[in-house]
Structure formats: C-alpha cells, structure tokens
C-alpha cells in the first residue's frame, strides 16, 4: 500500500502531523508493506528566495492578526509539538521560500534519502537557530548530514530548473486531488486525511484503507509468454 503525504517544510502543523502519522504507522500490523511518499506543497509558492522575514511578522501581516495573537499561536503549536516529542522554538524563526527545500527533496528521494532529508529540514527549520531560508550552504550541509553527496546537491541548488518540474508536477497533482491545505495524506490513492490528525484517525484510515484494497482482477484470456523470477519463457518453433 502506498502512503503519498504532501506537507512544505514552513508549515509547522505539517512537522506535528508527520510525527503523528509515523505514530499510527509503527503500530500498524502491515507497515512493512506500507510505502511512503513525500509530495511537494508550498504555502508560499511564488516567494521570491532572497524574500526572508521573521515567522511573527508573516503572520501578522499574511492573516491580519495582532503581535501576541501570533506568538500565542506559535505557543500552542509549541506545546503541540512537544507532545509529539519534538522540538519547536515559538520565537525567533524566519519564514521564507521552501523551493529550493522541495527540489533538493525529489533528488534525494532518486538517492532513496527523502526521508533522512526531509526530517532534517524539519528540525532545521522548527528546533535550531540557524535559518535554513536563502542560505544553500546551510541546505547543502544538511543534505550530507542525510547521507546525500554535497558536490551533488550544490550542483541541484545551482541549477534553477533542476527538479523544478517534478516540484510543480506534485503541486498540480495536489489541485486535481482536492488539498487545499497541508498535511494532506492520500492512501493508495483510495483514501484522503487531511491536516494534523490525532494518532488513532490515522491508524483507522491505515487499517481501513488496507482492509478496502482490491485485488486485482484478471482478463481471461489464456497462457502467453511471460517473464518471472525464473526468467523469460522462450517460444518453442
């Protein structure tokens, strides 16, 4: 079964909702037959790289609400995070263009290193000090900390088109499947949960979508020539 979850690494409930989901997935009787795919969603698509402001300020200005409005909701999502065992500093974060983020996340998932990356994204962006916005040195040392090449990821940051399709590609795909918002996990193509749920949503939708699979059906239509594991099947003349 086939997990695809389309988050961006500045929304924070997607940072809480990724913790959760792993939750319900470590306690699913078939995880080992579970595939995850992370798909790219950004809340601020259009940024322009060199655009980084402080998280308070976006979000006073984006929604209109007030200074301690802002940091009582970075407050909360604290407290949200550390009931997931995470790390979240409530002040002092920057907000900018996640691009170039989603790029180098497609070359490491060709890497099989998606997911090494992407929680070092996260813990970048929501637990250290050091901005992970409009500094690709900080992004390439990342990617070595996931076990990606760094010769190799600078040469992806380099290059503005590098991955740039696939980027768009997944967000098309998140339009045309109704997500308006992230987290936004689709199961097996069957199945859509959206924003941070609790751990046990997630683990009846796993159970439920497992349970609803259907096996596929085959056209009758009589033996021909195949390969398999024993190789290819050579017609007799």
């Known amino acids: 079964m086939r997990v695809e979850i389309w988050s961006d690494i500045a929304c924070p409930w997607c940072y809480v909702g990724k913790a959760r989901f792993e939750k319900a997935l470590r306690a699913f009787a078939h995880r080992g037959e579970v595939e995850v795919v992370h798909r790219s969603f ?45 790390l979240y500093r409530t002040r002092g974060r920057d907000h900018g263009s996640t691009f170039d983020m989603h790029r180098l996340l497609h070359f490491a998932r060709e890497q099989g290193r998606q997911e090494e990356l992407l929680d070092l994204l996260y813990r970048a962006n929501f637990a250290e000090e050091r901005s992970v916005f409009d500094d690709d040195e900080r992004l390439v040392e990342l990617a070595g900390e996931a076990g990606l090449d760094t010769d190799a990821a600078r040469t992806v940051l380099d290059d503005p088109e590098a991955y740039a399709a696939e980027v768009r590609d997944d967000e098309r795909e998140a339009a045309q499947l109704g ?30 979508a497992w349970g609803e699979r259907t096996p596929v059906r085959l056209i009758e239509g009589g033996e021909a020539e195949a390969c398999g594991p024993d190789g290819c099947a050579v017609p007799q003349s």
């Not at 979000?59 to 995470?86: I, V």
């Not at 949960?193 to 949503?201: C, F, K, M, W, Y």
Request: aromatic content about 6%; charged content about 25%.
């Open 179 to 208: 997500a308006r918002g992230v987290p936004f996990f689709v199961l097996d193509r069957t199945y859509g949960v959206s924003g941070a749920q609790p751990v046990e949503v997630f683990a009846q939708a796993l159970t439920q």
């Open 42 to 86: 950004e809340l601020d698509p259009g940024r322009a790289k060199g655009d980084v402001e402080p998280v308070i300020t976006m979000l006073t200005r984006k929604y209109g609400m007030s200074e301690a409005q802002a940091e009582a909701g970075e407050d909360n999502l604290g407290a949200q995070a550390a009931a997931e065992g995470l």
